[in-house]
């Protein structure tokens, strides 16, 4: 049985870090492109980005770009996600997922990131 | 990086049909055969209802169906199900990124 864990989400103020990870299990980890995906509070859903199986490419929203890095570490089976510059707006539930081409069968419970003073 | 358009809501009695449209463009929609769809219950994590415009997940009811033309992709709900009232999310491979839709509310009335 697939299983993500996402940990790390937290309540921090605007222009902090925040440093998400997902522990992935149930599934040659190594194989399959992972990405992130979040939701603000009573709204709809926003692909974050995605990084390929070895973790030699990376891609992110527009929303995200320069301030977010996603990395992966196969060793491991975690999917990490480094969030610098936080911004009010940033705060969501963001789900690590498991798929490709926006087609992700595989999704965590999610963390909850609050961005507040 | 524009969200996808679908209608904010939609209804339908038990046992009807309920269609709802997802416009993109021709750098995401239009361009590509991945287009998805999620259903999203209430406080719970999204689904995989259709993937690469109309295929079905195992264990997703027949009922569900995608199609496509041109730059709008569609997913009909045949033979509505009380169960079946939730949010419902498209999504669509764009070359370097990925773009959900804005979110259809179904309503079963």
């Known amino acids: 049985e697939v299983q993500l864990l996402e940990s790390g989400g937290d309540l921090v103020q605007p222009g902090g870090s925040l440093r998400l990870s997902c522990t992935a299990s149930g599934f040659t980890f190594s194989n399959y492109l992972m990405a992130w995906v979040r939701q603000a509070p009573g709204t709809g859903l926003e692909w974050v980005s995605s990084i390929s199986p070895m973790g030699d490419k990376t891609a992110y929203a527009g929303s995200v770009k320069g301030r977010f890095t996603v990395s992966r570490d196969n060793s491991k089976n975690t999917l990490s996600l480094q969030m610098n510059g936080l911004r009010v707006e940033d705060t969501a539930v963001y789900y690590c997922?498991?798929?490709?081409?926006?087609?992700?069968?595989?999704w965590g419970q999610g963390t909850l990131v609050t961005v507040s003073s | 990086q524009s969200a996808l358009t679908q209608p904010p809501s939609a209804s339908g009695s038990p046992g009807q049909s309920v269609t709802i449209s997802c416009t993109g463009t021709s750098s995401d929609v239009g361009g590509y055969n991945y287009v998805s769809w999620y259903q999203q219950h209430p406080g719970k994590v999204p689904k995989l209802m259709i993937y690469e415009v109309s295929k079905r997940p195992s264990g997703v009811p027949d009922r569900f169906s995608g199609s496509k033309s041109g730059n709008t992709a569609s997913l009909t709900v045949s033979g509505l199900q009380a169960e079946d009232e939730a949010d419902y999310y498209c999504?669509?491979?764009?070359?370097?990124?990925?773009?959900f839709g804005t979110g259809t509310r179904v309503t079963v009335l």
């Open positions: 997922v498991k798929g490709s081409r926006g087609e992700y069968g595989e």
């Open positions: 999504c669509s491979h764009a070359g370097a990124y990925n773009v």
